[in-house]
T-cell receptor, first 112, second 113 residues
Framework: KQEVTQIPAALSVPEGENLVLNCSFT??????LQWFRQDPGKGLTSLLL?????REQTSGRLNASLDKSSGRSTLYIAASQPGDSATYLC???????????FGTGTRLQVFP | DVKVTQSSRYLVKRTGEKVFLECVQD?????MFWYRQDPGLGLRLIYF???????EKGDIPEGYSVSREKKERFSLILESASTNQTSMYLC????????????FGDGTRLSIL
């Protein structure tokens, strides 16, 4: 059974730092991996989607990498800002399904 | 931009009531999903649908049913609400083409008293 783990569960950093959020999954038979952002009391906003054949995706200050064989993905946030404070979730899509399996998220706080 | 709209942001109901949560998407997506989100448990899939009148059970379907009479609308039904169904409910949609991202609504925070 696919399990997705995110470490750390919470992170507090000063503004300007570069930081890395980690996501690991137990079964490498995935179609893709998606990173989301969730603000308190809100829904999920899709940040990046990496297909299994890709190694990384970039959007602005965000860069996500995927190492499918080792079951790992990282989300790199450059020059963090207070507006980046949110919970970040990763989710994998197993093969032959449209279902997503979510991690429990990393709660990020960036203070001025 | 894709718009997924959930009819209520907050809802309070009583034990035993029949509760309807509505979700509408405006991008002609084939796939629609209902999740619940609980602290420490993350998002868990309740039901999903690949097409009109089609539905598939997710990981935690007990106590729920769904209806998809039109492509743009996917309803989650709590047949007889119980306090353990107090949660945040999130609806999502995605195109039928393989590998496309899921897009989420803002969620409905449901409290069962």
């Amino acid at each position: 059974k696919q399990e997705v783990t995110q470490i750390p569960a919470a992170l507090s950093v000063p503004e300007g730092e570069n930081l890395v959020l980690n996501c690991s999954f137990t079964d490498s038979a995935i179609y893709n991996l998606q990173w989301f952002r969730q603000d308190p009391g809100k829904g999920l906003t899709s940040l990046l989607l990496i297909q299994s054949s890709q190694r990384e995706q970039t959007s602005g200050r965000l860069n996500a990498s995927l190492d499918k064989s080792s079951g790992r993905s990282t989300l790199y946030i450059a020059a963090s800002q207070p507006g980046d404070s949110a919970t970040y979730l990763c989710a994998v899509r197993p093969l032959n399904t449209d279902k997503l399996i979510f991690g429990t998220g990393t709660r990020l706080q960036v203070f001025p | 931009d894709v718009k997924v709209t959930q009819s209520s942001r907050y809802l309070v109901k009583r034990t035993g009531e029949k509760v309807f949560l509505e979700c509408v998407q405006d991008m002609d997506h084939e796939n629609m999903f209902w999740y619940r989100q609980d602290p420490g448990l993350g998002l868990r899939l309740i039901y999903f649908s690949y097409d009109v009148k089609m539905k598939e059970k997710g990981d935690i379907p007990e106590g729920y049913s769904v209806s998809r009479e039109k492509k743009e609308r996917f309803s989650l039904i709590l047949e007889s609400a119980s306090t353990n169904q107090t949660s945040m409910y999130l609806c999502a949609s995605s195109p039928g083409r393989v590998g496309q991202p899921q897009h989420f609504g803002d969620g409905t925070r449901l409290s069962i008293l």
